[in-house]
């Protein structure tokens, strides 16, 4: 934990060959909570650990993955892009969060385009070393499956909010999750991750059109916003207008 709270003060240098730092970051992941110390240890001698500055593209949209990516610091936006340049955020990664699983297990190109959003470091576990696992490992096979099936699961989740919810539900909803991150089910303060331009993208709205949801939840003394600091006056009516119970 030291030597990454160290990396994150210094100033960007690309790849590092440290196993030791790949093999912390990687043991305090979920997916390998059920896995050998032996075994993160051989994952972690064949990973590279990389620093990204902001902005960077770690994973280009249509390219094969290196394999599975984990977070040790930073953020990381996964969206989609289209011809016209216009993007469509569908996830943001945050630290001790991973991604590419998918990509690494099929073997398939990247279906979006991973950028930093901070400056970031990321293991990057080759996806051989994943699928050599997953075939010794009967435990770790069933903690993929599990992972992939919540994945899907939140996803077919985003595809109904997008069809079904209006913007403001979307939105109160996503501020909800951000105070059930932080605990306690009275008022409190959340901070947005990012940008209100990558939220707006990450709802499935326009920047103008967040700004004005804020507002709108704002006037009905739900929230109040100064900057990217959202203090959730009354959670409780917050999540009723995520389920419209209003």
Do not use: W
């Not at 996806?127 to 099936?149: K, M």
Request: charged share 25%; proline share 4%.
């Amino acid at each position: 934990m030291q030597q990454i709270l160290q990396l994150r003060d210094a100033p960007s240098n690309g790849a590092l060959r440290d196993p030791r730092l790949a093999e912390g970051v990687l043991a305090n992941l979920p997916l390998f909570r059920d896995t050998a110390q032996r075994q993160i240890a051989e994952l972690a001698a064949r990973a590279r650990t990389v620093r990204y500055r902001r902005g960077a593209v770690v994973c280009p949209q249509g390219e094969c993955s290196p394999g599975l990516h984990a977070v040790a610091f930073g953020q990381v936006k996964l969206a989609f892009r289209g011809g016209d340049e216009e993007e469509r955020v569908m996830r943001i990664v945050a630290p001790a969060e991973t991604f590419g699983l998918a990509v690494s297990v099929l073997g398939r190109p990247s279906p979006y385009e991973a950028v930093t959003l901070d400056d970031s470091l990321v293991v990057i576990v080759p996806s051989a070393a994943i699928l050599g696992l997953v075939e010794n490992d009967p435990r770790f096979a069933r903690t993929v499956i599990q992972a992939l099936a919540e994945r899907t699961m939140m996803l077919l989740a985003e595809v109904e909010a997008g069809a079904l919810r209006r913007g403001v539900q979307r939105l109160a909803s996503y501020l909800d999750s951000l105070a059930a991150t932080g605990g306690g089910n009275g008022s409190c303060t959340v901070r947005l991750p990012t940008t209100k331009t990558v939220v707006a993208s990450r709802l499935g709205v326009k920047k103008e059109t967040l700004s004005r949801l804020l507002r709108e939840l704002a006037e009905k003394r739900l929230i109040s916003v100064e900057q990217r600091e959202i203090a959730i006056l009354d959670r409780l009516r917050l999540a009723a207008v995520a389920r419209e119970e209003t």
